[in-house]
């Protein structure tokens, strides 16, 4: 269905000094889930481990090629464009952009070179001298009183983000199997119908045109499809049969 | 910064046959996280647990409210509309949404009454009986090889939209804590960059104005704010008085 899903790979996560391995699993399997593999941890507490793979389920791929690295500075070294994911809003002079402006920005940036995603540690995020390495930071739009995700869950929100703008779409479709049904299918629908509630005595011949137009109200709201009218007038045919045995 | 939060009291999480308690814990905090309240949980395997609230963190209160039910009926009875979490999309006669319409369509909704957004368990997601009792399904877009997010991970994708549907925003910012310059501060400053620079000999007279041209092009690309023009002209002015010393 999703026959233009492209994978990500100039997009990197950046994990800095991540404490619970745990978020470290939980974190490969967003990226997996949404087509981001480049995956860099700054001193992780614990890695590799029991729980990171235990929480990866299918994304240990992800895992098994992170790399470990010792600085921030490694990790960005090949990157033209960081991010910083940032759960406060900062009154400091970063570009600061909403998670959907992150993942339009990281998605263009992408066409050119190498794009970090950086998320600090789970109790106190990034330094300052971190977000000095930064060129803009990004914000998910929270609740203010209780505003800092878990770790997995902000990096599965930025990556879903990349996702999304690279056009990722699903289907069009309310779910019918047939046509629309045309006007002219409704039309002849609706004739269908006066003519088996006249036949059975429901309808008054001098009130049935306000009651046709509620029919009409309550069918065109349900929108049927070219099979469902067919269903329907099959009834109304059953019906004018079964009232008129010849 | 945030002055237009609103909570989404009228939207409700409601998880089916869960099997990992730390996922309903994971739940709570991405539902308080974005301003939802309302959990329903269908035959947990286990609640309340230590694990879900070790991973609840600071969504303790979600956890506490929660309501535990026998019957998805049950959870959905004061509901008037029910969107079915889905990783497959599926040909069937649901009506299906993309996570951003599923956004969009609960908080419309939510004006007139409650919504549930249903997930599934674990490894098999939503029965066909339990779809049955869906208006809508709504799908997340994904790796088509690796597609099935975390239960928690996906509650926090839904939850998110629901939360960018309210409008929620990030302040534009480019990140300046002063005004834009304006074009009588560039201006200015061209000028004064070029009068230094002949006053220091490093512009040729007869090549200035291509060379200005691409300072325009580099100080314009940079857009200073007026703080920074202020700046520059400072240290114009300091080059200027130092290579003409009275």
Chains 1, 2 share one sequence.
Request: aromatic share 6%.
């Amino acid at each position: 269905m999703q026959d233009q899903f492209e994978p990500l790979p100039l997009i990197r996560i950046v994990l800095v000094a991540t404490s619970h391995p745990g978020n470290i699993g939980a974190v490969a399997r967003a990226m997996k889930n949404m087509g981001l593999h480049d995956l860099v941890l700054v001193n992780p507490n614990q890695f590799p481990s029991y729980e990171a793979s235990a929480r990866a389920s299918g994304a240990a791929d992800i895992l098994d090629q992170a790399r470990v690295v010792s600085t921030l500075a490694e990790a960005l070294a090949d990157c033209h464009q960081v991010i910083g994911a940032s759960a406060r809003l900062r009154k400091v002079a970063w570009p600061q952009l909403s998670s959907r402006e992150v993942g339009e920005f990281a998605v263009r940036a992408a066409d050119v070179g190498r794009v970090a995603l950086v998320f600090g540690r789970e109790d106190s995020g990034l330094t300052n001298e971190e977000l000095d390495q930064c060129d803009k930071l990004g914000h998910i739009a929270s609740n203010p009183t209780y505003s800092s995700l878990n770790l997995a869950a902000a990096v599965q929100v930025f990556a879903y983000e990349c996702r999304m703008a690279c056009g990722a779409v699903v289907p069009q479709s309310e779910g019918y199997r047939y046509q629309p049904a045309t006007h002219a299918d409704m039309e002849g629908f609706y004739v269908h119908l006066e003519q088996a509630l006249l036949q059975v005595n429901y309808l008054d011949p001098n009130k049935h045109e306000r009651f046709m137009r509620r029919m009409r109200r309550l069918f065109n709201r349900a929108q049927p499809d070219s099979k469902e009218i067919a269903i329907l007038r099959g009834m109304l045919t059953a019906v004018i049969k079964a009232s008129n045995p010849q």
